[in-house]
């Protein structure tokens, strides 16, 4: 694709993330509606990111560059959230501070969640937002295996196969005959958003023509019948509800694909799109503590504490930490694993 097409990811990254945002600020404050809907945000970063780890690891040479870009490109932001938000964690708890959001974990908790496999130590996650970096990293590895084993010039066929399995056992487990094994290997229930981000990119360069859009078809259909089973969808929308903004995301990227998506790039979604990572990791717990704590101990209004005063400083908090953790540490990271791991090309 040309280069100029990832400004539209970008945007569709940022408007992911504040939707994620107002979604999370908004809830259980019996506001409008609309604002539920943001918890299917997350559909659309999974097809984002089928969509580029796809053309990433169409770009490189050894499974050893693609692990080691991906470690530098999460590990360095996710380390300092998750410090961060235990830090406050142990402030609140130390201090007990007048808030009800205080939530209490040990040192084991704060290093399982560092790993980013808590899910497989038996550890919460410290902040809800962190349920989605999993399901990532499964589906890194699922790409990574495929890669290594020269499989992934049968990427399609592959997918397809695993969305009838997914069907199948939605079936199996709905009419009880076994039990939902998903809990532990949750990227069952949301591979068919990052298969159809794999065909949206071969579309996008041409390797697959218009019965892409019957294979996107299939995608979208299986997530949908697999709606029960997600993490916290079903408490929030209702699958018709879900359902479209399903139809949405894969509109907006239909419109990408097709070179029509320019109109949602601008200064403010690249923005957002550059702070996003940091912006989804940091937002939640602390945050949403301080708009309870302004609520209900000097009684201000929730639009202007959401609004003038947390959004913000969440938003410059994110900046900051893009500008100070994520860039320049990512960078520092990804230098020392390849000459640790010997992956940069030596010069003769």
Known sequence: ?????????????????????????TSGKGLSKIFSLGVS??????????????????????????VINRISRLYPTYWFCVTFTFAVMMFLKITKFPINQIKIYGSWDYLANLTMFQLYFNVPNLDGPYWTLIVEMLFYIVIL?????????????????INILIIFNFFLVTNNYISNYTDYFPLVNHFPLFFAGIIFYKMAINEINKKGYFILLFC???????????ESDPFYISQIQYSCMLIIYFS????????????????????????????YLIHSYAFRGIIGFLQNHYHIPFWIVTLFIVLPIVISFAYLITKFIERPYSKKLKYFLQNKFNAVPKLA
């Open 41 to 66: 945000a997350v559909d659309l970063f999974f097809l984002i990111s089928g969509f580029v780890i796809f053309m990433s690891i169409n770009k490189i040479s050894s499974g050893k560059k693609f």
């Open 252 to 279: 907006l990227f239909i419109l990408f694909i097709t070179n029509h998506l320019k109109f949602i790039v601008n200064r403010l979604t690249i923005f957002l799109g550059e702070i996003s990572y940091a912006l």
């Open 220 to 230: 979208m259909l299986t997530q949908i019948l697999i709606f029960r089973f997600l």
């Open 145 to 161: 295996i495929l890669f290594e084993l020269n499989l992934l010039k049968h990427i399609t066929l592959i997918s397809c196969l």
């Open 1 to 25: 694709m040309e280069k100029r097409r990832y400004l539209e990811l970008d945007a569709l990254r940022g408007i992911a993330a504040i939707s994620v945002v107002f979604f999370h600020y």
